[in-house]
């Protein structure tokens, strides 16, 4: 990680380069971290930390990409070939005063009369941090699993204009959430989980699921994957008609929501020879929406 912006020893945010197991490419964002502290070479050290906020989550950079700040006043960022992956877009005409990173984790470009003309709580990825509001027009994106951090199938607005959910310290939208002791995030899963985490000690820890109270653990697409059915919290596999059984199998009775494979596989050819067949007991999504 290389920190570009820093805020008081006592915070747990910094905005820079983030990178994420291997060290051949990395994101530029806001990242939350546990502790820090400096070692005997006087080298800042940060632990556990969790990128928040990023800029080119679809397109990570090189290890020599070049982030600037420009005399009129757009943020940019630039890939290693001197290729631009991201800009603020606010270098014209904007009167831009100055770049600046809060105590809460956003980070502000603000004008000669000290208005925000761009701040990233306004351009949210997957996570929410404590004093983010998410208003309609916004979304939050899962990523596509823990190590791809590029957008998932999952994805979470606000259906109805002029209102917002706010994250605040014991509560969003109405839900209570336990009081932090230490620094919180919200972030939407790969599985479509909304959780909120708090730093535990030793790792951090879910301290609130803030969907499954209304849609239970079966209401979650994927949590029984592929082939899977929920059925009272319990995984199992399709079940056709009565004299349609065996289609699926498990692919783990140990380990039942790794979902279930096709007895015989699906092909396109020979199509005259294809049957449909009745699942029996199912229903899925009883409200859609596509957006």
């Known amino acids: ?11 747990q945010f910094i905005s ?13 964002g806001v990242i939350i971290f546990a502790t820090r502290y400096d070692d005997f070479r006087n080298h800042t050290l940060i632990n556990a930390p969790q990128l928040v906020w990023s800029a080119n989550r679809d397109h990570p950079v090189e290890v020599n990409a070049t982030l600037k700040f420009t005399g009129d006043g757009d943020l940019m960022l630039e890939d290693a070939d001197g290729t631009l ?14 770049l600046r990173f809060t105590e809460l984790g956003n980070l502000v470009i ?26 309609s027009g916004q979304k939050l994106i899962a990523s596509t699993s823990s190590p791809d951090f590029s957008q998932g199938l999952f994805s979470l607005s606000i259906q109805y204009e002029n209102n917002m959910f706010a994250f605040e310290n014991g509560s969003f939208n109405g839900q209570n959430i336990p009081l932090g002791s230490t620094a919180q995030f919200m972030r939407l899963e790969p599985d479509g989980h909304l959780k909120v985490y708090e730093w535990g000690g030793a790792e951090w820890n879910t301290v609130a699921d803030l969907l499954t109270q209304g849609i239970g653990d079966c209401g979650y697409p994927t949590v029984c994957g592929k082939y899977g059915i929920c059925s009272n919290g319990q995984c199992g596999c399709l ?7 065996g289609n699926f199998k498990q692919l783990s ?25 009745k699942l029996k007991n199912t229903t899925y999504l009883i409200y859609a929406r596509v957006s």
Request: hydrophobic fraction near 30%.
């Open 110 to 135: 603000f004008d000669v009369n000290n208005t925000a003309v761009w701040q990233s709580f306004d351009h949210p990825t997957d996570s929410l941090l404590v004093g983010q509001k998410l208003v």
């Open 85 to 98: 992956v991201w800009s603020t877009k606010t270098g014209r005409n904007k009167s831009i005063r100055g």
């Open 16 to 28: 820079g380069f983030y990178f994420y197991y291997n060290e051949t490419s990395c994101f530029f």
């Open 253 to 277: 009775y140990r380990q039942p929501n790794l979902g279930c494979s096709l007895v015989t596989p699906i092909t396109c050819n020979f199509s005259q020879y294809h049957s449909l067949f």
């Open 1 to 11: 990680m290389t920190s570009v912006l820093s805020l008081s020893n006592t915070s």
């Open 239 to 245: 079940e056709g008609s009565s004299n349609e059984m």
